[in-house]
């Protein structure tokens, strides 16, 4: 039976997984930084007989050939964050400024665990299981590169999958969203541009801060006034700064910030709609402006029918405790999502807060979850694998 066999698996190295995900935090690395992760990857994956392949300088994608069959990908984010840890765990990153502090450690420790278990159950498989060890997802993006350097080609990906570690969850609970995941996030730079000059004559100059601060509130306006209340979209302008001192009308305001939506189609209409504030309002007091608006991430959006195949196969695995259904997207942003663009696949949600302990968010210098939830992260990816595999 080869369930029974999965868990035994599983729990035969189980110790060694949360050893790895130590080690990982001990040493955590920022985005196309990870040369000492990506390089334990690969010798772990070679010892396992896979074929390993370094791609996008730390990217690693490891191959279990198990002759023809579909093509499944599972994918983990290796990278850290630049904060500096403050928790006092004995595992404490040893590198200050640097630290995983969103589980990343955790999502890579997973990923090689799960392919031990099921490169030892490798002829009971039929078909492919790439493993894609994917560099900077806390930016600037190491999937986008990836997939430009083909990894969902050769052999061509059937179906992926990836989860996120996350301590809002109780351990023993999946969450899952049915359709949209999470949100798209693009970014805006956009300087104001006036006319200095004395305070005194203001009739004299184009007063950069007062046109800005009437963009700002303008801009507030497309949440409230054309956008459809059943659509959600955040702007949120993060910095601002310009003048000179009180006394000197100030010629240029630089700003930046965070545009967010679960809609692709208001998305596409979102730059448009800014131009038009901020030129119409900058026009309206004489000044001029430059704005560039830069698109990050795209929405996150699951395979309906995919969710749907998968539901009993994971309600069957044994340290399941709930199949959560999530009905609200989160307005994060992962980019995960490009990978979904091209082929059908599901982000899973890993619930990893013990009972009865507190637990500081994610990117929080104090930040940690449970680790009795590495092999329910494990469980939940070789069950979805061999469902795949058995199905198709
Ligand atoms: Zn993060
Ligand atoms: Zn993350």
Do not use: F, T, W
């Given at each position: 039976m080869i369930i029974k066999e999965v868990i035994e698996q599983i729990e035969l190295i189980e110790e060694e997984v949360i050893q790895l995900r130590r080690e990982f935090h001990q040493y955590p690395e920022l985005g196309f930084k990870e040369e000492r992760t990506s390089q334990r990857v690969i010798d772990y994956l070679l010892e396992l007989n896979l074929e390993v392949e370094r791609t996008t300088k730390t990217g690693v994608i490891g191959l279990l050939d198990s002759g023809p069959g579909p093509t499944i990908a599972l994918r983990a984010d290796m990278d850290a964050l630049p904060i500096t840890e403050q928790t006092k765990v004995s595992?404490?990153?040893?590198?200050?400024?640097?630290?995983?502090?969103?589980g990343h450690d955790g999502h890579t420790a997973i990923l090689l665990g799960v392919a031990k278990v099921l490169s030892k159950l490798q002829d009971k498989v039929k078909g492919k299981i790439k493993f894609i060890f994917q560099p900077a997802e806390e930016g600037p993006g190491g999937a986008l590169p990836l997939i430009e350097a083909?990894?969902?080609?050769?052999?061509?990906?059937d179906s992926i999958f990836a989860l996120h570690i996350t301590n809002k969850l109780p351990t023993g609970v999946v969450g899952l969203q049915r359709k949209v995941v999470s949100a798209a996030a693009d970014e805006i730079d956009l300087i104001i541009k006036g006319k200095s000059g004395h305070a005194s004559t203001p009739q004299d100059g184009v007063d950069a801060i007062v046109t800005a601060s009437q963009v700002i509130n303008s801009l507030q306006t497309i949440n409230?006034?054309?956008?459809?209340?059943h659509q959600k979209v955040v702007i949120n302008l993060g910095t601002i700064k310009g003048g000179y001192r009180r006394n000197v009308i100030a010629d240029k305001v630089k700003i930046t910030g965070t545009v967010r939506t679960t809609a692709p189609k208001l998305r596409k209409s979102l730059p448009a709609m800014i131009e038009q504030i901020v030129s119409g309002v900058t026009a309206s007091q004489g000044g001029e402006y430059q704005l560039n608006y830069q698109k990050g991430y795209p929405v996150l959006i699951n395979s309906t029918e995919l969710v749907k195949d998968l539901e009993n196969t994971i309600k069957?695995?044994?340290?399941?405790?709930q199949l959560k259904f999530l009905e609200l997207p989160s307005m994060g942003a992962e980019d995960f999502a490009y990978y979904l663009q091209h082929v059908p696949g599901v982000f899973f949600r890993l619930g990893a807060a013990a009972p009865n302990c507190s637990y500081y968010p994610?990117?929080?210098?104090?930040f940690n979850f449970d680790e009795d939830a590495l092999k329910i992260g494990m469980a939940l990816f070789i069950y979805i694998t061999l469902q795949r595999i058995k199905d198709n």
């Open positions: 595992y404490k990153s040893k590198l200050d400024g640097v630290m995983h502090a969103c083909g990894v969902l080609n050769k052999p061509q990906v409230s006034r054309k956008v459809s209340p069957q695995i044994p340290y399941l405790e994610a990117h929080h210098p104090k």
